[in-house]
């Protein structure tokens, strides 16, 4: 770890953020409370997504498969077989782990370009869905209802509002601290000089499969695990959320928003969009369904027109001219 | 036996308009490196442009091609020249995260507009049937696949022998050599990219008759659209026609022979085998 990672980890900044922290969220309405937990939620999936679409450069559309063996999986075994929560999360998140390293694994053996990728990794998520809707044992098309939530901690139970709000603030906080720690360590070097150059990369000596599937596994587990958290919170376990091909899509395009392989830039994305496109719904939702993601979509195409690389670095040049000073390069 | 022929039968004749929706993909591909992941959705976009015409001037989906196509070749000149051709210099998957954001902004357009619920656009043959000895096939698909061939041929022909298909061919083949040899690369790219929304204007009217339709189905069309475009190897011309057959006839098998899950697997399962094994599609280009 070098000095940056501490130095990050100390600023006042986020100690202002963990104060409000505590203060805030008993005096919100629910509503919006409410808000501020999905956006955790999407903070945490855009940036356990980011290890693999943004360090590593490879746009993965199977992470709604370890989205929803995460969610879907621990219900089931909850539900059907009387298994622990606690248990269940670690059981899926080892399954999606196996899931990500074989992906990994036939991404470098049969050597997929980006495209390849990004077609097979669709394919998988498809394929996933309609296994999920087609298969009774994780509820089918209809869904899973979990129990009540009476605030059991060791039924993996946070008690709704307030409790549910900290587990996602804890796993946000998780995904961007292992965002920074990666960037910091030689596997964010690795995983940059993948991306930028795959063969280059093999000619100095990187071993390119051992840093992909540890790439692909690292992300495809967070993203199981915030899955669970999420269903927790939903109480309804429903494939066509959590497992669905689109659940993906608006990671990819937070993360794009915000600025890919940065450590914050994905975080930012789901900060500005998710509140975004959640009040817009509450506001019109009524009178024209779909108003949101129309929004998103018009957002996504100006933002990429407009700074390509994503709003944070657009926002880091900026704040750099103003102190005058040239921007850090990452 | 009589099952066999029967999925056989329509397999072929919905392949055919598979095949036609991919050409269009092919071919902007081609030309521009560009894949569209709101194809699917202006797929959409046809069909309830359709569904507009017949609620508003009770037009039938097939006398409606005379607006659509127009307005649709339009709106993909616009979208390429504006949208996507400032970004063909930058990384490739920029594009596509554009098409991605393209899609959601087409789909929930049409969300808006035409509300959720599932449509039905009715129209004159609708609901007749050819009987050909023991199979029984409905006279839109017939109409489809004959009108899909009709038109990949006048697509080949177009693309052998007008000096239009020959500066298409050529910026495929080598843009900056095209460029130098006075062809407006530009032009060209944003002109393939408008035939190909052109084309699937027909193709929308085409699947519509007997089909419900909703906005969200856009990625499906999409996918069915990639895999096809796969399996012809991208931009052969001869292979993606044929991937749409395969398509068509392995979606009618798996769901007469398999259960619904395996059936709805299947073109997947293929797809994926294809991409790992014959990356370069399954036929044998003479290059």
Redesign the interface.
Known sequence: MRPEFYKTLLSPFWLILLVLAVVLPPLLPSYYLHIIILTLVYVALASAWNIVGGMAGQISLAHSLFIGVGAMFSTALLLKLGINMWLGLVISAVISGVLGAIIAWIDFRFRLGHLSFVLITLAFAEMGAVVVEGWDFLGGASGLLLPRDTGNFLQFQFGGGIGAFWAMLVLAVAAILINVAILNAPLGYYLRTIRDNENAARAIGVNVLRYKIAAMVISAMLSSVIGTAYVRYLTFADPYLLISPVIVIEIVLFATVGGLGSAFGPALGAILLVPLGEILRGKLGGVLPGLHYFIYGVVVIAVILITPSGLLPLLEKWWARLRGTAPARK | MTEFMQALAQGLLIGSTYGLLALGMGLVYGVSGV?NFSHGDFISLGMFMCLGLYSALTLDPYVSIIITVPVMTAIGAVVYWY?IR??VG?????V???T?????????????VF??QPARTPSMVESKLLILGDVVVRVPHVIAFVVSFALAIGLYVMLRSTDFGRSIRAVHQNANAAALMGIDVSRVQTLTFALGIGILAIAAALLLPGTPIQ?AQG?RYT?IT??VV?LGGMTNFVGIMLGGLIIGISEAFGTIYL???LG??LP??I??LI??FR?QGLTWSSR
Do not use: A, E, R
């Open positions: 894949v949208l400032p970004m930058h990384k490739f998957l920029m596509v995260q554009l991605l954001g393209l899609s959601l902004v087409l789909q929930n357009g049409i969300l808006m509300g959720g906005p990625l996918v990639l895999l796969v259960s619904d899950t709805m697997l997947y399962g797809f994926v991409m790992l990356p």
